[in-house]
């Protein structure tokens, strides 16, 4: 097997680094497709816990190249920072390469998302202010600038020095803010340049050879299905495509050469920012699956919001990213519940519907429609067989099994690596430890 995806299936914050991590060890290439420092993957190994948020989560194992893929805005500082601190960590970083058609977080990018947040007041989407939803916006628009332009200071000179007529019009006359510096932004990016420069380049030929040789290339997705800027809960999602299908515009990978996808879906849902939430617990209960999973983002700190499993959220990401099966994740927060619920449908103006609509709206006024299963109350942690899991750990897997129509494969039972446990046989799992 030569290329396996690995998605976020529901919001976000699913788990999807570790599952990388897990696989990682026999892989060639670990690409990054979508997203930018907005997202942020957690992974615990025997060096020690890295809150990774650009670069890819294999850059742990010597042998496997980690791409930062041209669907990916790339802040340069953010990425110096996270190669210094994983130098400091003794990671080897020689392997990381950044696609040269990978697109700058630029200063007015950051500025204009926290300016546009402030803006839309109450209706603000909730961003991380990192500047990615203007540096997508800006790469549609065709006024990007891409990393392979800071080698070339001429260019990136012209480049700038246009882009900024138009930025300082935007801030001083619609935002009513003082203009950036034109000489501060080229210097420092002219910096940033000279410093990344070893690691950028064209990455298409560089996977193609990987392919041909039969190498292992791992695809690593950023935030969750349910974020989709087309298919999830717009206007609150993400500025590029964190599905299965946003794979091919983000590294040049053919859909026929993806050959397994695995989506990640965490026991619970969990949700940053704003944006309808059917099954969100703004109670004692919340706020213990909070603790219990540590529900803090990576990349800001901000508190979680959490709720019951959504099935219906959890059958359309199926649908829309064609999982071959599935890793379930953070069982061991609800070692201690009494009763577990599951939405099942949802009911809206009397009615009950089990499809996710598309209308955020419609979605904010749906009511989950809970089946109760019962919990378990004791430690799986230290469980290393599926089979010797509480029963009733092992039928609530099986009841999300039966409600999203797809197999799982793999379920956690806590954030190390010889926590995940296999459900049933999964060929990713064996077939990566043969590659």
Known sequence: MSVIAVIGAQWGDEGKGRIVDLLAERAKIVARFSGGDNAGHTVINSQGEFRL??????ICYPQTTCIIGNGVVVNPEKLLQEIEELEGCGVDVSRLVVSDRAHLVMPYHILMDKLEE??????????????????????????????GDLRKKADFCGQLQAILDLKNAILTRVYGVPPVSYEEIYRKYCSYGDQLSPFIRETISLIRHELTQGGLVLLEGAQGALLDPDFGTYPYVTSS?????????????????IEHVLGVFKVYVTRVGSGPMPTELKDSTGDLIRKRGNEYGTTTGRPRRCGWFDAVAGRFSVEINGFDDIALTHISV??????????????????????????????????????????????????????????????????????????????????????????????????????
């Open 53 to 58: 948020h650009l670069v890819p989560s294999g």
């Open 334 to 435: 609800f070692d201690k519940f009494p009763s577990l619920k599951i939405c099942t449908a949802y009911r809206f103006k009397g009615e009950y519907i089990q499809s996710f609509p598309g209308d955020s709206s419609m979605l904010e006024q749906c009511q989950p429609v809970y089946e109760e299963l019962p919990g378990w109350q004791s430690s799986t942690g230290d469980i290393r067989e599926f089979a010797c899991l509480p029963p009733q750990a092992r039928n609530y897997v099986a009841r999300l099994e039966e409600l999203l129509s797809c197999p799982i494969s793999l379920v956690s039972v806590g954030p190390r690596r010889e926590q995940m446990i296999e459900a049933r046989p999964c060929s990713i799992l064996h077939e990566t430890a043969l590659n």
């Open 241 to 257: 495509s964190p599905l299965a299908g946003g794979i091919s515009s983000g590294t040049g990978i053919s859909p026929r050469e």
């Open 118 to 147: 402030e803006r839309r007041g109450k209706g603000s989407i909730g961003t991380t202010g990192r500047g990615n939803g203007p540096a997508f916006a800006d790469k549609a628009a065709r006024m990007g600038i891409r990393m």
